[in-house]
C-alpha cells in the first residue's frame, strides 16, 4: 500500500466524497490507525494535561459595614470531590480600592471576604472561581 506522503499531487484524485483534498491535508493524516475524534476524545478527559476536573464560578453582591463585608457561596451539590482552589476578583469604586480574599470550607461551600481601603458602606460585586484540577486533588 501507497502512504499519502509517498503519493505526488498528480497521482491523487482531484475530489474525494467530502471535496477537494491537497495532498499537504492528506499528510495530515497520515499515520492515523483509528478514527481521529475517538483519539482527540481520549486526548481530552477531564483531569488530565491541564483540563480540570470540576469547576465552578459565580459572582456575589457583597455589601460593606465600615472596612469589611463577607458572605458564605454555596457550591453546587455533588460538584466536587476534594475542596477545590478559589480565586476571586471584585470591582467597586476605585477610590475605596476594594479586594477580595477567600477561603475554601469544604467541597459545599466557600467563605469570601472583601476589604475597603477606607471605611464606607459600599456594595462590591465579586466574581469567584472554583476549580479541582484531579478527582483525587485540587491542584493539578
Not at 475530489?15 to 495530515?28: K, M, N, R, Y
Not at 459565580?58 to 460538584?79: D, E, H, K, M, W
Request: hydrophobic content about 35%.
Amino acid at each position: 500500500m501507497t502512504r499519502a506522503r509517498d503519493l505526488a499531487s498528480s497521482q491523487l484524485p482531484a475530489t474525494t466524497s467530502v471535496g477537494a483534498v491537497s495532498s499537504t491535508e492528506l499528510q495530515f493524516v497520515d499515520g492515523v490507525t483509528s478514527a481521529l475524534q475517538t483519539q482527540l476524545d481520549a486526548k481530552a478527559v477531564a483531569g488530565s494535561g491541564g483540563i480540570p476536573f470540576r469547576m465552578a464560578s459565580g459572582t456575589v453582591a457583597i455589601t460593606t459595614s465600615g472596612f469589611t463585608g463577607s458572605a458564605t457561596v454555596t457550591l453546587p451539590s455533588g460538584r466536587f470531590t476534594q475542596t477545590p482552589n478559589v480565586t476571586a476578583s471584585c470591582n467597586s469604586p476605585s477610590f475605596f480600592d476594594p479586594y477580595a480574599m477567600t477561603t475554601p470550607q469544604s467541597t459545599t461551600s466557600l467563605d469570601l471576604r472583601v476589604r475597603l481601603s477606607a471605611s464606607s458602606t459600599q456594595t462590591v460585586t465579586v466574581y469567584w472561581n472554583a476549580v479541582q484540577m484531579t478527582s483525587g486533588a485540587s491542584s493539578g
